[in-house]
Structure formats: C-alpha cells, structure tokens
C-alpha cells in the first residue's frame, strides 16, 4: 500500500465504530505468520522481468484469504476489493496508489498454489506453528467427516455430472458430492484433511487420519469397527470409537452411557466443521474435481485452526484492543 490515501480512505479511518467484520480481519491478519507462508509460495511465484511486473506476492495471498473467508469466486473477489473498504485495508491495496488484481490474475494465483501443492505446504507449516506453541496436541485423535455437496444437474457445458462425485445416503435423504475426512486433536485442531467422494465409507479412512503418536482415537460409530479395536489396541491406543448396535444385538444402557461419555469429547472435531461450514460457507463445491476441492480445505481448515486459537495467539495488548 502506498502513502497516497483517498479522501474516502481519511474519513474511513476518522470513523468511531469498528465493525465484526473489521475486528476479525485484524484478529486474522494478527495470528498468520506470513514470512512463513510468504517464504514458502516465493520459490514458485513469478520474478520480475522485462514483461507485465508480477504483482506484489503478499497481496495476492491477502486476497486469497479473504476469498475463503468470505466464499467469494475470482469475480467476487475483485469486485470485493474495489466494494469494501476494511478488505482492501486488510489486502494492503489503496485505490489512489496501487492496481487491483483482476479477476484472471486471482485465478491464476490458485492454479500457482494447487499446482505446487502449497495449499498443503501452507496447513502443514501453520500445524507446525502451533505445535510448537504448544497449540496442537499430539495424545489423542478425533476423526469425522462431512458431506460437501456438488451440482447434480446435467445442465451444463459438458452435459453431465463431476465424474468424480457420488452420491451416498445419509438417514432418509440422498446427497451428492465428496466427503471432507479430518483428523483433529481433542480441543478439534485439525492436522489431517483427505478428500474422497460422498460414496466412501468413512471407516476406510481411519488409517489415513491418524498420525501415530497418539495413544486413543475418538469417532462416532461409522468408524467402528473389532477389527480396528483389537489392532489399534494391540498398538497400546485406546479405541474411544462410539460402539454400534446390530441386528442381533442392541446397545445395553451401560454401552449406552459409553457412548455418550465418548461423545462429549468427540464433539470438539465438530468445532472446525462449524467453522469453515457454518461461518465462512464451504457447504458446496466450487471447483470440479476432488484435488481442487482439497486445495481449497487445506486452506480453510489451516485458517480456521488459527482461527479457532486466535485469542492464545494475540499478544496481550493486541486482545485488549481488539
């Protein structure tokens, strides 16, 4: 951002109130550690040449937050940037001074990080961050998934559905889409993230989400399984996984009892999927294909577990001003 300010950007900054809106942009900004993330896109991001100057890389990882947050499309993003005046302050964009990306420059940004895998790089650095911290802990593990849905309709140029969703039955409904797997400490930090279509077997992917120094695993009876209980066991974990009735044989009430003890600390693996769901609106698909869809999770499951401890990580006079 230059020194040039508009008269609109004065009186802005001259105003009394601060908004919801504002308050969380510059928790946000706060809590990120971006010379870690800067340092790690900066290898693949294009050099200055003799052609069009490359913008500036910070601020395009800037815009590509706020498209997260606030589940906006390439369009929606630039439109956004020239509309609201907190998200150009948190972009470090200033309308008098500096150029603001346009809609194919933010697109091609995405394809930067999906096509080096940075997405990933970037949830495994700020994993990195708070354990470090003291933030992500490592005894026990809560996995869990949830459905994101996809177009069904054939309305499109291809005429046909994304080849790689499916469709599964959750209670008397159909839904169809992927499956987000995540594998979360006990306070709900997420440290891993798998993607799948909707048809997969939550179970099939216990493996996946466990790290392997943890010493029990909590989920909800879609993952249990005596095959997993006695290996898992045989390993020294303990197999918190909620009990599932059968056919031949109901739940006794002190299984029961279990079952709602498990639950209370399960639940914590639902705090992320409150987040990135119900707060910032990834309840659908925006891409085709599951490797984007799955860039984009790693993204917002490493903003939300910032997000989630954003108070531990404020400086003491920082949570007294905000």
């Known amino acids: 951002m230059g020194n040039q300010r508009t008269f609109a950007s004065m009186v802005w900054s001259a105003k009394g109130k601060v908004t919801r809106r504002e308050r969380f942009l510059a928790e946000m900004d706060a809590v990120i550690p971006w010379a870690r993330l800067l340092r790690l896109v900066e290898p693949h991001y ?29 369009p929606q993003a630039e439109d956004a940037i020239y509309d609201s005046e907190s998200m150009r302050r948190f972009a470090r964009v200033e309308l008098g001074d500096d150029a603001v990306p346009d809609e194919s420059t933010i697109l091609r940004f995405r394809h930067l990080l999906e096509e080096h895998g940075l997405t990933g790089a970037i949830f495994e650095a700020i994993g990195g961050l708070l ?32 080849p790689e969703m499916k469709q599964t039955r959750k209670g008397k409904n159909w839904h169809f889409g992927m499956k987000l797997h995540i594998g979360a400490d006990k306070r709900g930090i997420v440290h891993t993230v798998r993607a799948t279509d909707a048809a997969v077997a939550d179970v099939t992917q216990l493996p996946e989400l466990l790290h392997g120094e943890e010493r029990e695993v909590f989920g909800d009876q879609a993952y249990w399984k005596e095959d997993d209980r006695q290996f ?35 639940a914590c693996g639902e705090h992320a ?21 799955l860039a984009r999770a790693q993204t917002m499951f490493a903003l939300a577990n910032l997000y989630q401890v954003r108070r531990e990580l404020l400086p003491a006079e920082a949570r007294r001003r905000l």
């Open 46 to 74: 294009p050099k200055a040449g003799n052609g069009r100057q490359p913008l500036g890389l910070e601020k395009r990882l800037r815009i590509y937050f706020l498209q997260q947050w606030f589940n906006l499309s390439d």
């Open 131 to 162: 354990e470090a911290r003291g933030l992500l802990l490592r005894s026990g593990t809560i996995v869990d998934a949830t459905i994101i849905a996809a177009p069904s309709s054939t309305k499109n140029a291809t005429a046909s559905r994304d």
């Open 232 to 266: 898992l066991e045989s390993w020294g974990i303990r197999y918190r996984i909620n009990r599932r009735p059968t056919a031949q044989r109901r739940l006794s009430e002190r299984w029961r009892m279990i079952n709602r003890a498990r639950s209370r600390t399960r």
């Open 273 to 293: 999927f409150r987040v990135v769901k119900q707060l910032w609106g990834f309840t659908k698909v925006r891409y085709r294909g599951l490797a984007k869809n």
